[in-house]
């Protein structure tokens, strides 16, 4: 499963998609392995903590299912975005914000593995700065948010300066490819991949 956190079709960070599906392809996977959901897409509503999920599984908005039953169902979460004001543009911070329904399914609900496969994640980067200034903040949402989600924040992927150099595509292609190679012993060795 692919979350984007861009409007631009052809921007850095679908430039950084594009990659990850080149690479994917590579190792032996399809295209249709991998569902893509854009944040700008589904309009989300954002939470606004009604308290429904202290008391039900789900949420009071049932905008979120798809991007739900994709999280259940994904061996790999790759989260693509921008760096906006030091942080995740406004449609992918509400889809992190949603999952406040899986800490109280947990807390509240008493429920150990509200998602029960657990999946390592990717976080593709692209930032126009030649500093990498938020990147930190992002990498810890993620890793809250993957807490609740089953995943787990493996590698970060960047592309920077993109205001003013151009992407070296080869050279993101040899970081996915690494980090592919990783994943995918790791799920060898654990016997989660078939």
């Not at 998609?17 to 996977?29: K, V």
């Not at 914000?97 to 800490?103: G, L, N, V």
């Not at 150990?112 to 593709?124: G, R, Y």
């Not at 903040?137 to 809250?144: A, F, N, T």
Request: a positive charge; proline letters at 7%; hydrophobic letters at 40%.
């Amino acid at each position: 499963m692919a979350l984007i956190g861009s409007p631009r079709k052809n921007g850095a960070t679908m430039g950084l998609l594009r990659c990850f599906m080149d690479q994917w392809e590579t190792r032996g996977g399809g295209r249709e392995d991998v569902t893509v959901i854009n944040a700008y897409q589904p309009a989300l509503k954002p939470c606004i903590h009604c308290g429904y999920c202290k008391q039900n599984r789900g949420c009071v908005y049932q905008d979120f299912e798809p991007i739900d039953r994709s999280l259940r169902k994904a061996d790999l979460l790759v989260i693509a975005s921008p760096v906006y004001g030091l942080g995740f543009p406004a449609p992918l911070k509400a889809v992190f914000d949603r999952t406040q329904q899986y800490f109280e399914a947990k807390r509240s609900l008493g429920i150990p593995n509200p998602i029960e496969k657990h999946k390592p994640a990717l976080f593709l980067a692209a930032f126009g700065s030649p500093q990498p200034r938020g990147l930190d903040l992002m990498e810890e949402q993620i890793r809250l948010a993957g807490l609740l989600v089953n995943a787990a924040l493996e590698h970060t992927i960047i592309a920077a300066h993109t205001d003013r150099l151009p992407v070296h595509w080869a050279r993101v292609g040899d970081q996915i490819a690494r980090a592919l190679q990783d994943i995918k012993a790791a799920w060898e060795y654990s016997g989660a991949a078939e």
